[in-house]
């Protein structure tokens, strides 16, 4: 029992730490559109008032602004639980895709040995490769280089 609660909060912990720091993040963007709306043109000199409050107090301003249904708040607090939540079902199901099988391999992709490559790839007999390499070559390139190479060698003989 000790141990399956142990590897939850092992497991859930990046998720409730991302979720903690989002909502703070929330707060303080929320308080500061607060005290942008109310102190207008003078906010630059309350600001850092306002900042260090809401990084001292939290908690009390969350459910302050909480319990004043102060759209911004519970618009960014929803965005980032939303977030959160994708980002762990998207994180588990990468987790869960990069598992390996029994084959020590990822997906559907298996290590070959020797006899399996050299039948796929190197299963070519010499009578195929003559037919390939003959039908892959154009014959009239084939004697303009023979001619050219001929005339460069009767040329360093000189």
Excluded: C
């Amino acid at each position: 029992m000790k141990s399956k609660l142990l590897n939850a909060v092992k497991a859930s912990w990046p998720y409730l730490l991302t979720l903690i720091i989002g909502l703070y993040l929330a707060e303080i963007l929320a308080g500061s559109v607060m005290a942008l709306s109310r102190y207008k043109l003078t906010f630059a000199d309350h600001m850092p008032t306002v900042l260090k409050q809401l990084a001292l107090h939290p908690w009390h301003y969350y459910n302050l602004y909480l319990g004043q249904k102060k759209p911004v708040l519970i618009i960014v607090s929803v965005a980032v639980i939303l977030y959160t939540i994708y980002f762990a079902l998207k994180r588990n199901s990468k987790h869960k895709a990069w598992e390996t099988a029994d084959t020590e391999t990822h997906g559907s992709a298996t290590w070959g040995d020797l006899k399996e490559l050299s039948d796929h790839y190197f299963s070519i007999k010499t009578n195929d490769l003559t037919t390939s390499f003959n039908e892959s070559t154009n014959g009239d390139i084939l004697k303009s280089l023979i001619e050219r190479e001929k005339q460069t060698g009767t040329d360093k003989g000189e």
